[in-house]
């Protein structure tokens, strides 16, 4: 069931799939997900090779043949398959289990001889959604699983290993995990530029007083700039974490370029919190602006119940028509009445005038 724009930020961050209490390791088949795909990228200084494959037993053709195979799969669909490959390169089930239950946070740990990496991508389809990138980084491999997704945020990777640009065909297996991480990382600088971009096109609008479809798309803006952060945040952690001296699975030369991505990773979150000090700010601007409203509507209620209350006053005096009231029988009487509530009401008038309650 879709929810109110103003209720999107209830929405459960995922859905765990295994019951509670269920062993270490166990795996279950992910429900609606598309068949599994598996792509090849096999390299060296001076060869290359890529192709699309249909079983786990073709990787084996690739690997030892060249520096580093790259194999990727797109979709969890096919856990045969997963299974397979994982038998393959002899994962831990707990990796296994990690991968394929995708609401995992983003973290780098090792297992012996290979490293494990999980990054969350984030896109906006038209909603905002992050799907699960996994890792698996060895000496001349890297397994990279994901989940289905609309946009290929690896393909500028895949046109450099095609091109020779850089560096990325003399390095081993570490840094292509590393140059992956760090295409993930700045798909999401277009994703939160777009939320400020947003916020520019909600400024004048609220200035103007149009609040009514404002400030839902002001707190939808909040919350799913909460939600990437939320996603964003670990990947800093994770990223610290491979450059430590206990993570040895990296050489001292990526290394160098994991500062670039924890640099990158710092700036989208000064520019989320920025972001979200702005959507904070523009709500408090609106509960001022309603606040002054009601304010100025206040004021003009107290002039008017001011003016009429001493008016009322004198229209009651004159009404009571009691016998002995001198004027009611004098041929001015109702010119005075009318003289003085003018007279009492212009004096009021001109009293909150020179007190400024007349003025913007």
Same mark, same amino acid.
Request: proline share 5%.
């Given at each position: 069931?879709?929810?109110?724009?103003?209720?999107?930020?209830?929405?459960?961050?995922?859905?765990?799939?295994?019951?509670? &209490?269920?062993?270490? &390791?166990?795996?279950?088949?992910?429900?609606?997900?598309?068949?599994?795909? !598996?792509?090849?990228?096999?390299?060296?200084?001076?060869?290359?090779?890529? $192709?699309?494959?249909?079983?786990?037993? =073709?990787?084996?053709? %690739?690997?030892?043949?060249?520096?580093?195979?790259?194999?990727?799969?797109?979709?969890?669909?096919?856990?045969?398959?997963?299974?397979?490959?994982?038998?393959?390169?002899?994962?831990?089930?707990?990796?296994?289990?990690?991968?394929?239950?995708? /609401?995992?946070?983003?973290?780098?740990?090792?297992?012996?001889?290979?490293?494990?990496?999980?990054?969350?991508?984030?896109?906006?389809?038209?909603?905002?959604?992050?799907?699960?990138?996994?890792?698996?980084?060895?000496? @001349?491999?890297?397994?990279?699983?994901?989940?289905?997704?609309?946009?290929?945020?690896?393909?500028?990777?895949?046109?450099?290993?095609?091109?020779?640009?850089?560096?990325?065909?003399?390095? @081993?297996?570490? %840094?292509?995990?590393?140059?992956?991480?760090?295409?993930?990382?700045?798909?999401? #600088?277009?994703?939160?530029?777009? #939320?400020?971009?947003?916020?520019?096109?909600?400024?004048?609008?609220?200035?103007?007083?149009? *609040? /009514?479809?404002?400030?839902?798309?002001?707190?939808?803006?909040?919350?799913?700039?909460?939600?990437?952060?939320?996603?964003?945040?670990?990947?800093? =952690?994770?990223?610290? @974490?491979?450059?430590?001296?206990?993570?040895?699975?990296?050489? =001292? @030369?990526? *290394?160098?370029?994991?500062?670039? $991505?924890?640099?990158? *990773?710092?700036?989208?979150?000064?520019? !989320?919190? $920025?972001?979200?000090?702005?959507?904070?700010?523009?709500?408090?601007?609106? #509960?001022?602006?309603?606040?002054?409203?009601?304010?100025?509507?206040?004021?003009?209620?107290? !002039?008017?119940?001011?003016?009429?209350?001493?008016?009322?006053?004198?229209?009651?005096? %004159?009404?009571?028509?009691?016998?002995?009231?001198?004027?009611?029988?004098?041929?001015? &009487?109702?010119?005075?009445?009318?003289?003085?509530?003018?007279?009492?009401? &212009?004096?009021?008038?001109?009293?909150?005038?020179?007190?400024?309650?007349?003025?913007?």
């Amino acid at each position: 069931m879709k929810l109110p724009i103003d209720l999107q930020f209830l929405r459960r961050p995922f859905e765990r799939r295994t019951p509670p &209490g269920s062993a270490p &390791g166990t795996a279950s088949k992910p429900e609606e997900e598309v068949a599994s795909r !598996i792509h090849v990228v096999a390299f060296g200084p001076d060869e290359f090779e890529e $192709a699309e494959i249909d079983t786990a037993d =073709e990787v084996r053709e %690739y690997l030892g043949s060249y520096d580093v195979t790259w194999i990727h799969v797109h979709g969890l669909g096919n856990t045969e398959q997963l299974r397979q490959l994982a038998d393959l390169f002899d994962l831990h089930p707990l990796v296994y289990e990690d991968i394929l239950h995708p /609401h995992q946070r983003a973290k780098a740990e090792e297992y012996g001889d290979y490293a494990f990496i999980v990054v969350r991508m984030v896109e906006i389809h038209p909603h905002l959604d992050t799907q699960q990138l996994s890792m698996v980084v060895g000496e @001349n491999f890297l397994l990279s699983i994901e989940e289905a997704s609309a946009q290929d945020r690896l393909e500028p990777v895949r046109e450099r290993l095609r091109k020779r640009v850089g560096r990325i065909r003399q390095m @081993n297996a570490d %840094y292509l995990s590393y140059a992956l991480m760090d295409s993930v990382i700045d798909h999401y #600088f277009p994703v939160v530029e777009s #939320f400020g971009d947003r916020l520019d096109l909600l400024d004048d609008p609220l200035a103007a007083g149009y *609040t /009514h479809d404002v400030i839902p798309q002001i707190q939808k803006i909040s919350s799913d700039l909460l939600t990437i952060r939320r996603n964003l945040l670990p990947h800093r =952690e994770a990223i610290r @974490n491979m450059m430590g001296a206990r993570f040895t699975r990296y050489s =001292e @030369n990526t *290394t160098v370029f994991l500062r670039d $991505a924890d640099d990158h *990773t710092s700036q989208l979150l000064d520019a !989320i919190d $920025a972001y979200r000090q702005i959507c904070s700010d523009m709500r408090d601007f609106h #509960f001022a602006l309603t606040s002054q409203r009601a304010n100025e509507v206040m004021k003009t209620l107290t !002039i008017i119940a001011t003016v009429f209350i001493p008016l009322s006053f004198i229209a009651g005096v %004159y009404g009571m028509n009691f016998h002995d009231m001198p004027e009611l029988k004098w041929k001015f &009487g109702y010119e005075f009445a009318w003289i003085l509530m003018l007279s009492v009401a &212009g004096g009021l008038m001109t009293w909150f005038y020179t007190r400024g309650w007349f003025k913007e």
